[in-house]
């Protein structure tokens, strides 16, 4: 958002977050015939990035944002099939939308996760009663209803604290159960494929996408990181010969 826009390339712009950005700069981008793109890793359009918010009617939202430059985007890539489905009810019909139905891992991400996956599974036993949280400080994140759940099972809880990236799939793989409860709809959660990447057994509710996944709902383990490996790299490509 700091960037001027007579200096970016003129064609070829994936956005991410462009939350920050002022409507004259999106307005500017417009204006000015760049060719770009979008890959929604949230739900910017909607009031607070939230989908369960006050403007909601039957799923349309009355006060969406942002929507004008998604309708003039080359193309509007979402992370999950529930986003795509979300956004193709809202959006202006103009709107190009892609479903990649996956996140994007990092090539070193996804190789320490296979290095850990391949070394946890033989201990997973000794922590078969104790329940993984996600110790985000994110009220929505549903921490409080995962404790409230964890306990009605009268299992151990272990909170996972926010860490580093390879010091948190450490701790994610030391459990047998993840729990995620969010109280609002993710785009797609990215934690919840990594626990199960992780041998860990998942549950978790209607407003976690990346659960509702084929390749996610039908492998586990091992086998998980090779479909998400074989998937990250078709996207990838895709990705490059859209933008």
Not at 87 to 107: A, D, F, H, M, R
Not at 170 to 183: M, Q, Y
Not at 195 to 206: F, G, R
Not at 219 to 224: N, R, S, V
Request: charged share 20%.
């Amino acid at each position: 958002s700091t960037t001027p826009v007579n200096q970016l390339p003129r064609s070829n712009i994936l956005f991410s977050n462009f939350i920050r950005c002022s409507e004259i700069q999106l307005s500017q981008i417009i204006d000015a015939g760049f060719t770009y793109s979008i890959i929604e890793n949230d739900f910017k359009c909607f009031p607070g990035r939230i989908v369960e918010n006050p403007y909601m009617d039957n799923g349309i939202c009355r006060s969406l944002r942002f929507t004008n430059f998604y309708k003039h985007a080359k193309n509007v890539f979402t992370v999950s099939t529930k986003q795509f489905e979300i956004l193709k009810k809202n959006l202006p019909q103009e709107t190009n939308l892609v479903n990649l139905g996956i996140s994007i891992w990092s090539g070193e991400d996804m190789a320490y996760i296979a290095k850990v996956a391949n070394n946890i599974q033989p201990y997973k036993k000794l922590f078969e009663d104790v329940y993984l949280l996600h110790g985000t400080s994110i009220a929505t994140k549903g921490l409080n209803a995962g404790i409230n759940y964890s306990s009605s099972k009268n299992k151990i809880i272990s909170i996972l604290p926010n860490t580093d990236k390879k010091t948190f799939i450490n701790n994610l793989a030391k459990g047998e159960t993840f729990v995620f409860l969010p109280e609002i709809t993710e785009s797609y959660s990215r934690v919840t494929v990594e626990a199960k990447m992780l041998h860990n057994n998942i549950i978790t509710n209607d407003k976690v996408p990346s659960a509702q996944e084929d390749y996610i709902k039908n492998f586990a383990g091992l086998e998980l990181i090779k479909e998400v490996s074989n998937k990250l790299e078709s996207t990838i490509k895709l990705l490059k010969e859209l933008i």
